[in-house]
């Protein structure tokens, strides 16, 4: 069978991130400043979303000749997939009637996120929508053809280890570079656990499911490998939404990140309260060289509003701190553009931002993204039900105080001024420009004393406290070693499709 995987790179889409809805690209507001931060986000060429790589490994695995279109959309193909994000869904919908109109007796097929939360966006289509991950299709593929339902539920992969590595051999991998997190290229994505425990109402990652689920360390550092030695990936960038979970497998990948034969780079995603220095140190000494956090506003009403588990200000400050001390890039990602919003809130997440002082600041746009509770909570104080400008740069809320244009005013403030600093550039040179090391540039900064390194025991327990757990009750949050952590209940669970729904947006949209 001839399978075309459709994509695009157009309206600056990155699919990867908002959990699979996607975002755009800062517009470069803010006069010449503005254009200089938005040329920040261009320099990059992103990797093409993982999920695109998994399908090339899996239909050739099952025998099936599979080709990557961008923007064309080939003709005589047996079977067409789309993988739409909100920010490209107008042109996924042309290129979708444009399929079935030259090849009528191919079959569509449209996954991820979008299918999933907006099964009604596709009606007029003669297409067939997949609810749940993608990667079943390495099971359940002939299911989903046989099936004459115009909606098939194909749940979640129950072990990741299951899964064959990725296949980037279709997507010039050679080019791939993220530039905020790296210095040494092609970057290649990768992942070691799927899921969030977490119950931010905003956030389109547990709209599927509300659960962790993890692949071996053994198998994790394997993929490493091919992907050095087959696509010649100097750096990686770990697609986790919550790195750290479960800190024993932390340390056996570590351990094993080490052994490969030449040193990498990576980043990961992760809340502070995961990370201890001695895990940081850990993870820097095999190359770790950039973390990212979601600290979105430091409005605890706020955060507790709306489900998030706030982390004292002190603990932020000393994390980024702790960081930039290790030589470790920090990019924190903050929110703006509450319904309840003023000129005056927006402008203390700006100060936040700059007492907190990560290397890079993401201010996003806080977006209603269907599917979430957030969504549902605040729909009639939605204006703009057009999900192309759903980017997380842009307003489509109605607000009690601001209008939208003033939103994008203070939004795009917010970038200009935290990055033209003379105190950004003296915090951060070290960091933005390695080399500056070796002339010393960074040495004053230290560890903040309340957290000096220590060395674990090696039996320490992979257990962390969580003083909240989002919704306003204290919580343990138990680092289990088994397949799947849920985190309103104290041991792990044997269920990997457990399906939740709720976002806005979240920490790694950057």
């Known amino acids: 069978m001839r ?36 040329y920040g986000y261009k320099r990059d060429r992103r990797p093409v979303a993982l999920v695109y790589a998994y399908l090339v490994a899996i239909f050739k695995r099952l025998g099936h000749k599979v080709e990557y279109a ?21 042109l996924e919908r042309r290129a979708m009637a444009e399929a079935l109109r030259h090849t009528p007796q191919a079959r569509v097929l449209v996954t991820g996120l979008v299918a ?28 989903v053809l046989a099936s004459d339902q115009r909606i098939v539920d194909v749940g979640s992969v129950r072990d990741l280890d299951e899964l064959p ?15 905020y997190d790296f210095w040494k290229f092609p970057t290649g994505l990768i992942q070691q656990s799927r899921g969030c425990t977490f119950t931010c109402n905003y956030c389109p990652y547990i709209i ?7 692949r071996s360390p053994e198998s994790v550092a394997e993929e490493l490998r091919q992907g050095m030695d087959r696509w010649g990936f100097q750096s990686f960038k770990f697609r986790d939404p919550l790195f750290g979970l479960d800190r024993k497998r932390v340390l056996r990948l570590v351990e094993l990140i080490g052994k490969l034969p030449r040193k990498i780079q990576f980043s990961v995603e992760t809340r502070i309260d995961l990370m201890r220095t001695e895990t940081l140190l850990a993870l820097r000494d095999v190359g770790l060289t ?17 489900k998030r588990a706030p982390i004292r200000d002190d603990r932020q400050r000393e994390f980024v701190a702790r960081c930039r001390a290790l030589g470790i890039r920090t990019v924190a990602g903050f929110m703006v553009g509450f319904p309840e919003d003023t000129a005056h809130s927006i402008g203390q997440v700006l100060k936040y931002a700059k007492q907190v002082g990560p290397t890079y600041a993401n201010f996003n746009v806080v977006t ?13 104080q939605v204006a703009d039900f057009d999900y192309s400008r759903y980017d997380v740069y842009t307003p489509v809320l109605r607000y009690k105080h601001l209008t939208a244009d003033q939103v994008a005013d203070l939004h795009a403030r917010c970038f200009t001024r935290y990055y033209f600093r003379w105190e950004y550039l003296v915090e951060n040179a070290h960091l933005l420009l390695p080399s500056l090391r070796r002339l010393g540039v960074g040495r004053r900064h230290k560890l903040p004393e309340a957290d000096a390194p220590v060395k674990a025991p090696a039996d320490a327990p992979a257990t962390a406290a969580s003083t909240d757990h989002g919704c306003g009750q204290p919580q343990l949050v138990t ?22 729904s709720q976002p806005a947006t979240r920490h790694d949209l950057h």
């Open 3 to 38: 399978i075309v995987l459709w994509d695009t790179r157009k309206r600056d889409v990155s699919k990867d991130f908002a959990g699979g809805f996607g975002v755009g690209h800062f517009p470069g507001r803010g006069g010449i400043l503005g254009r200089i931060v938005r």
């Open 70 to 90: 961008e923007d064309d959309v080939p003709p005589g193909a047996d079977l067409y997939i789309f993988h739409p994000a909100l920010v490209s869904l107008p």
């Open 116 to 143: 999933h939360a907006l099964p009604e966006t596709f009606k007029d289509l003669d297409v067939t929508l997949l609810r749940g991950e993608t990667e079943q299709l390495f099971w359940r593929l002939d299911d």
């Open 165 to 179: 590595f990725p296949d980037w051999s279709l997507f010039e991998p050679g080019k791939f570079r993220i530039a």
């Open 208 to 214: 599927v499911e509300n659960a962790t689920r993890f």
């Open 290 to 306: 950039s973390i990212t956090v979601g600290i979105e506003t430091p409005d605890e009403t706020t955060l507790r509003h709306y």
């Open 368 to 380: 209603p993204y269907p599917g979430t509770g957030f969504f549902n909570e605040i729909r009639d």
């Open 479 to 500: 680092l289990a070693t088994g397949n799947v952590v849920r985190t309103d209940q104290r041991h792990a669970s044997p269920s990997a499709h457990a399906p939740a």
